[in-house]
């Protein structure tokens, strides 16, 4: 594999999860799509909250 393409696998609770790079671009891959949905939500809150407090600095 190059040194361009990562991969990496996690088990949250019942979910597992992919985590794909490939250069800069990352993809969640997730086992189950209802959790994937609650876990994108909150990963889009915490950015969102850093985002701000970023542009708050």
Known sequence: MSKDV????YDIGTTHVRLIRVGN?????????????FLYKELAAR???????????
């Open 6 to 9: 990562e991969a990496s696998q």
């Open 47 to 57: 950015y969102k909250r850093a985002e701000d407090q970023l542009k708050g600095a």
């Open 25 to 37: 671009m990352v993809q969640l891959l997730f086992s189950s799509s209802l959790e994937a949905g």
